[in-house]
């Protein structure tokens, strides 16, 4: 399996940033001591174009250039730098990357990005580029260019904040279905409206929660239904539902983590669609526990992939829904 990073374009952060820069390094390390069988390479930058599919030219050309305002500056959280620039570019790169493969091999990882509060024209929550939705689109463009046919794309966001950037960029494309489970009142204070919303309760365990997802799986997938299949999923495995996170205020377990993204990934499979993983967010009060969450989420990805090579139907892209999961 394929595991795209692009850690060592890690900015310098001011002395006492709360933003954990240093885990992406920890996890590429990780993933390739105690998982077998992976690929990783680093990917390229996104270009100005391959952005404007996803964010307006004047926002693209303010990141690139420096001339975001102070308060603009200060909704993303990051102070501008070109390293900040480079970064986020390769964090788009990653997903578009990892997307191409998922469609020829069935699951491919992005061992960073789902930077899912950039709207089209800001920034936000640490987001300066949305990478799953440049990556969608593009995806789109080329499915469409390769083989005439309309690629449908479901979003499936379980960071513990709701992915307010996508649902906006996306509010008035029936071509994408956004799924967001989150935090009924973590950030952001003022959500937008996805295709679905599941918003959960403080302190939400893990029964609950897999209750929740199972219910929100099954629902989005009856409603695509009426629109056509989707054939390519971006899941957000946000490890910041743990019960260790220092932000996300939901109490999953180890376990419950572990099982959620069995169950999405095992949902997926049965309805034959290739994934993008990204890792969202996670901040851990020890960032080490979030690399461990985050490790695991690789391993399931893994098991998802091998299980796609015996069914042979990486890159085959869904025609018909069957009446749903077999």
Known sequence: MKV???????PTLPAGHRFPMDKYARLRARVLSECSGLTSLEPSAASD???ALAHSPDYIDSVVNGTLSDAALREIGFPWSAP?????????????AAARCALHEGVAVQLGGGTHHAYASKGSGYC???????????MQAEVHRLRRALLRVW????DVHQGNGTASIFSDDPTVFTLSLHGRKNFPFRKEASDLDVDLPD???DAEYLHALDAALAESWRRMALQGPPGLAFYLAGADAHEADRLGRLKLTDAGMLERDRRVFGFLHRCGLPVVVTMAGGYGHDIDTTVAVQVRTVQAARQAWIAWQGRGRAGQIPTRLAGGPA
Not at 4 to 10: E, G, K, L
Not at 84 to 96: D, F, K, L, N, W
Not at 155 to 158: A, G, P, R
């Open 203 to 205: 302190g939400c365990g």
């Open 155 to 158: 979003v499936i966001d379980l």
């Open 128 to 138: 300066i580029f949305n990478d799953v939705a440049v990556a969608a689109r593009l």
């Open 49 to 51: 174009g391959e952005l």
């Open 4 to 10: 795209f990073s692009y850690d060592r374009y890690a």
């Open 84 to 96: 900040m620039v480079e970064r986020a570019r390769r964090s788009v790169g990653a997903t578009i």
